[in-house]
């Protein structure tokens, strides 16, 4: 199946500063989905990105995918302590179900 | 509120036992899935299942087992044969073409004691 590889695994950033996080992969994906767990909390989901070169924003939150459908980021402005977790990317989802990416561990220092 | 129930919580198990862990969800969803989550990693597909009465193996199937009799209901039960069972156990579920995503459960955490 597809695989994705995640980068960084832990991003230290003061509060009030930026964070992104990249998704890539070695093989063109149909979507991309993203996911954010709270510590000790269970996956949410936040977005699926379709188009290339698609650009969807949700507040403060901004993902991208792609002009060749092979990477993904989701781009953090002014990190709030209510942003800390771990940022998961995921792809498949059609009859196999979704493959994560190991993730993300945003750590917020106030 | 429609939602994703599992339980219990916190589960604990001696060596060699089997256990079954519960999810239940009134979404009206076809498909449900189980995955597991060891400390600070990802999560990894175990069984899913599209349709009542089918279901099929995922990544890591192996020492696990589950059914599928109704639509609202996806048991997963551990096995003696999963050497190393304990980790935090997540089910979820979605529509035939999850573009809203999976919406997951709260989890049960399971120890081998």
């Known amino acids: 199946g597809q695989q994705v590889m995640q980068i960084p695994q832990y991003q230290h950033v003061q509060e009030g500063e930026d964070f992104t996080t990249y998704c890539n992969s070695s093989t063109t994906l149909s979507n991309i989905q993203w996911y954010k767990q709270r510590p000790g909390g269970h996956p949410v989901f936040l977005i699926q990105l379709v188009k290339s070169g698609e650009v969807k924003k949700q507040k403060r939150l901004t993902f991208q995918f792609g002009e060749a459908k092979k990477n993904s980021s989701l781009h953090i402005t002014a990190t709030q302590t209510t942003d800390v977790g771990t940022y998961f990317c995921c792809v498949g989802g059609g009859a196999d179900g979704l493959t994560f990416g190991k993730g993300t561990h945003l750590i917020i220092q106030p | 509120d429609g939602g994703i129930t599992q339980s219990p919580k916190y589960l604990f198990r001696k060596e060699g036992q089997n256990v079954t862990l519960s999810c239940e969800q009134n979404l009206n969803h076809d498909a449900m899935y189980w995955y597991r989550q060891d400390p600070g990693q990802g999560l990894r597909l175990i069984y899913y299942?599209?349709?009542?009465?089918?279901?099929q193996k995922g990544d890591i199937a192996e020492g696990y087992s589950v059914s599928r009799e109704k639509k609202e209901s996806f048991p997963l039960t551990v096995t003696s044969a999963q050497k190393n069972p304990t980790a935090f156990y997540l089910c979820?579920?979605?529509?035939?073409?999850?573009?809203?995503?999976?919406?997951f459960g709260s989890g049960t955490r399971l120890t081998v004691v």
């Open positions: 979820a579920s979605s529509i035939a073409n999850p573009v809203y995503g999976y919406t």
């Open positions: 299942s599209q349709i009542v009465n089918d279901f």
